[in-house]
């Protein structure tokens, strides 16, 4: 009786080994996932901050141009720009 008792107790134990095994393997692959998911997440946002950065220089490259073909239109349309943001303003505050 006592044979059969350790034989079962070290099929326990086998079984709890192999399980803890099993465990530890599927924790560390969801760990490399979630590793891997923050990396390309990472990846993803500095693109878009690069591809931001890209096209804001593009705009400012873009108005330097058109202020330099088209000087007295730039002119006026900030001038009208001014009149409408001060317009606004004022009927903001009178409002209240």
Do not use: C, Y
């Not at 993803?44 to 890209?54: F, H, N, T």
Request: hydrophobic fraction near 45%.
């Amino acid at each position: 009786m006592t044979q059969s008792m350790w034989e079962q107790a070290s099929a326990v134990w086998d079984q709890a080994s192999d399980q803890f095994e099993d465990t530890t393997h599927k924790a560390s692959r969801a760990a490399t996932g979630v590793s891997d998911a923050f990396e390309d997440g990472v990846a993803s946002a500095r693109r878009a901050v690069r591809q931001g950065g890209d096209a804001v220089t593009e705009l400012m490259n873009d108005t330097k141009k058109r202020v330099q073909q088209h000087p007295i239109e730039a002119v006026a349309a900030t001038f009208a720009a001014g009149i409408a943001a001060g317009v606004t303003i004022g009927w903001l505050i009178r409002g209240k």
